[in-house]
């Protein structure tokens, strides 16, 4: 099972699964078109690339300290800190 469709079954009433899951199908595709034009755009920007990677970068590192706080017990008590993902910042 995909997790497009485990998470309209899993959202939803069975019988909206298939348009549901129809509805995710067509999103996907959408975002698969129109992501590399998006990204070539932002690529040929100015500043480039910097910005999206430092935000992608700060994402998965509070990402990945929210897990390991988690599985160390820290749950809702981890002290939240907001990046700027604007290098001007």
């Not at 959202?11 to 990204?39: D, E, H, L, R, Y």
């Amino acid at each position: 099972m995909s997790l497009t469709t485990a998470l309209v079954r899993h959202n939803v009433a069975p019988p909206v699964w298939p348009s549901g899951i129809a509805a995710f199908t067509v999103a996907f595709t959408f975002g698969q078109i129109v992501g590399p034009g998006v990204v070539d755009w932002i690529a040929d920007s100015p500043g480039g690339m910097t910005v999206p990677r430092q935000c992608a970068t700060f994402t998965s590192t509070d990402a990945s300290a929210r897990a390991d706080a988690r599985a160390l017990g820290g749950g809702a008590s981890v002290i939240r800190t907001s990046i700027s993902c604007n290098p001007q910042a």
